[in-house]
């Protein structure tokens, strides 16, 4: 807890991360309602605890590595001396399709906030706090994962994709199925991750576990809540059976002989560029696998209601592995 918010104790806390600024005077901030206002260098105070912010988080997704987010900011906590994620509130809302259905997708901070008290045991999810800022914004304090996103983690992977399938697909399955175990948790508990990707899982450094992060998406619709999970879910099933994603234009620029076999419904439904039924690609990938595959096809005739459902053909197609 600090207490002592004078500059020149100030001063002292920062000097570790600041050596060479000079005596500046800093700007403490307690309403984070315009996030814009809160910058590099300036103090974040919530509650008792003392921020220095350092910089924006930046997208890391299809190639928008320099998109900032300007409401999630990295800082140190200067009594612990530990890297923090704070996200500050930030609306936006817009409509996803997956086939025919409609999903009205939102961030809700205090979605993230219930979350985070839920999972704070779980181990295959990043951990951290709420807490209210002084205007009553939900602001989430979030423990750093230190470590590459699953997507990262599978493309330095320097390996043939029949090895890499053999030799290393089974244990990054055990791991993947840890995960998706977890959002079993949180779909028995009434609650949803509500943006899955592979770059929302991090392969934590030290310890290898695999560690869902960012929680703040929800989303509506009325016939399965849980719906826009599973799909996700699915599509990073394939990516990591796949070895990467197999895509339409790369199989037309190499001629690579599948394309004769493969048809419309052989598709990802969401990603229609993605191929889904990998088999046709790799035949020794078995048979139970590809079927789950083929429940995110276009050629799907019914789709997973409930993670556990899921989470049985994953148990079963396991077992099957070599």
Not at 145 to 165: R, S, W
Request: aromatic letters at 14%.
């Amino acid at each position: 807890m600090i207490t002592d918010l004078s500059q020149e104790n100030i001063f002292r806390l920062v000097s570790r991360w600041m050596p060479n600024q000079g005596r500046k005077k800093f700007k403490i901030h307690t309403d984070t309602t315009d996030f814009f206002k809160v910058e590099y260098n300036d103090l974040l105070m919530l509650g008792k605890k003392l921020y220095l912010i350092r910089h924006n988080a930046k997208e890391g997704r299809f190639g928008l590595d320099d998109e900032v987010k300007y409401w999630v900011k990295r800082a140190i906590d200067l009594e612990e001396g530990t890297l923090k994620i704070i996200k500050l509130v930030f609306y936006e809302k817009f409509v996803t399709k997956i086939g025919n259905i409609e999903f009205e997708c939102f961030r809700s901070p205090k979605k993230e906030a219930r979350i985070l008290d839920l999972v704070a045991d779980y181990k295959n999810f990043m951990h951290g706090y709420s807490i209210e800022d002084i205007k009553g914004n939900t602001v989430r304090v979030l423990d750093f994962v230190y470590g590459k996103t699953l997507a990262a983690f599978i493309e330095d992977i320097k390996l043939d994709h029949q090895t890499y399938f053999h030799n290393q697909f089974p244990e990054i399955l055990d791991n993947f199925i840890k995960c998706v175990e977890g959002i079993s948790f949180l779909h028995k508990n009434r609650e949803k991750h509500g943006d899955i990707r592979r770059d929302h899982i991090i392969v934590e450094r030290d310890s290898g576990i695999y560690r869902w992060i960012d929680y703040d998406y929800n989303y509506r619709h009325r016939e399965n809540i849980y719906g826009y999970d599973l799909f996700g879910m699915g599509n990073i099933l394939i990516f990591l059976a796949g070895k990467g994603d197999m895509l339409l234009p790369a199989l037309k620029k190499n001629n690579n002989p599948v394309l004769g076999k493969l048809y419309d419904e052989d598709l990802n439904i969401v990603f229609n560029n993605r191929v889904a039924n990998l088999k046709k690609n790799y035949p020794y990938i078995p048979e139970s696998l590809n079927r789950i595959f083929m429940h995110f096809s276009k050629g799907a005739k019914w789709f997973y209601e409930t993670t556990d459902q899921f989470l049985d053909d994953l148990n079963d197609s396991r077992q099957k592995l070599s």
